[in-house]
Structures are given as structure tokens and as C-alpha cells.
């Protein structure tokens, strides 16, 4: 059985930001592709990442001590009307982002990537080539992924699902979803 490398598992299709991408529109595109972060790139090259908490501390006041707010949504705030705060609104993606970025290749351990996203508390880890190019992106989300299918032996891809092994070429989403799972809900 071969290895589990982060090209197994990573997304290759990867919304990218730019350094003078401007806070409001930068936020508009996470959102609307429901994810919580991007690489920052230049001409391709990865030069920091940008998050939800970086683009939210461009707008928000510090904290008060104690304080149970909590936003539904990191970025709704910035999607209303109304102005930002003055010093805010000239502010751009390079100006807020995290300069000094985790980062991994696509030929290393899937184990390797877990220890690292663990180690530094990151959500993401933005995969390059060994140029710094930008290829792709390995999440949380993609490990989970990964972990759930890491007995192969038990396991086997048909042409659109992950099927237990034994199971018939043709087992469709519902076999995937029951296997495992003896208990049935009984009802009131």
C-alpha cells in the first residue's frame, strides 16, 4: 500500500487573493465561495495568506473584556451598508494578511501535513511547487477526508464514490452512508 501524499487529497481548485485585492471585496469572495481563507499570491507566487480574522481585524475594535458578542458570521458586517471606520477603508488584503506562511509540497506525508496544520493551529495549508507557485490547498476538512478512508484496504473508489470493499461495482451514495452503522433509531 503506498503512502497518502497531500496531491491525494488537497483541492486543486483554489480561489486565490491578491495583495491589493481591497478588504470589502476580498471578504465578498470568501463568502460567497463559503470558505475561510485564501492564499495571497503574486504572478502565481504564494506571498502570505489571507483569512477571516485577518480581514475582520481591519474593521472590528479591539474587544471589551467579557464581552458575549459573538457575530453570526465573521464577515456580515461587512457586506451591510454603511461606512467602515476611516482608517479602514483604504485598507487591502496585503495590509491585514499573514506574511509568514505554513506551507507544504504536494509529494509530502498526508501525516506530515496533520502534524504541521496541528503544530502551528492553522485551518489551511497552502500546497506549492518547488518555485513557490501556488497548486493547491489542503484543509482540515481534506485530512478528515483522508482519515475516514485510511484503512485503503477496506476501501476501494468506484466512479463517483468512496465504496466499502466487497461491496457490488454498481453500490450507489446509500451504501456508503449505512456502512458501518448497525444501530437503527428506534422512534418514541
Known amino acids: 500500500m503506498k503512502p497518502l501524499r497531500v496531491k491525494d487529497a488537497m483541492t486543486y481548485l483554489v480561489l486565490t487573493l491578491r495583495r491589493e485585492d481591497m478588504i470589502p471585496?476580498?471578504?465578498?469572495?470568501?463568502?460567497?465561495n463559503r470558505i475561510s481563507g485564501a492564499p495571497v499570491v503574486e504572478n502565481g507566487r504564494l506571498v502570505g495568506v489571507a483569512s477571516e480574522a485577518d480581514l475582520v481585524k481591519a474593521y472590528a475594535a479591539p474587544a471589551r473584556e467579557g464581552s458575549p458578542f459573538a457575530a453570526p458570521h465573521p464577515f456580515m458586517f461587512l457586506l451591510v451598508r454603511g461606512s467602515p471606520p476611516v482608517e479602514a477603508r483604504n485598507m487591502t488584503v496585503g495590509d491585514v494578511m499573514t506574511k509568514d506562511v505554513i506551507?507544504?509540497?504536494?509529494?509530502?506525508?498526508?501525516?506530515?501535513?496533520?502534524?504541521?496544520?496541528?503544530?502551528?493551529?492553522?485551518?489551511?495549508?497552502?500546497?506549492?511547487?518547488e518555485s513557490g507557485y501556488v497548486v493547491g490547498v489542503l484543509t482540515r476538512s481534506d485530512l478528515?477526508?483522508?482519515?475516514?478512508?485510511?484503512?485503503?484496504?477496506?476501501?476501494?473508489?468506484?466512479?463517483?464514490?468512496?465504496?466499502?470493499?466487497?461491496?457490488?461495482?454498481?453500490?450507489?451514495g446509500a451504501s456508503v452512508m449505512s456502512y458501518g452503522s448497525s444501530a437503527r433509531w428506534s422512534g418514541p
Open 25 to 32: 471585496d476580498a471578504a465578498k469572495r470568501l463568502f460567497s
Open 103 to 129: 506551507s507544504i509540497t504536494p509529494d509530502e506525508s498526508i501525516w506530515e501535513a496533520a502534524c504541521l496544520i496541528d503544530r502551528h493551529g492553522v485551518r489551511r495549508l497552502p500546497v506549492v511547487d
Open 144 to 172: 478528515v477526508r483522508c482519515m475516514a478512508r485510511s484503512r485503503e484496504g477496506d476501501w476501494h473508489w468506484n466512479d463517483t464514490f468512496l465504496i466499502p470493499a466487497g461491496s457490488p461495482a454498481n453500490a450507489n
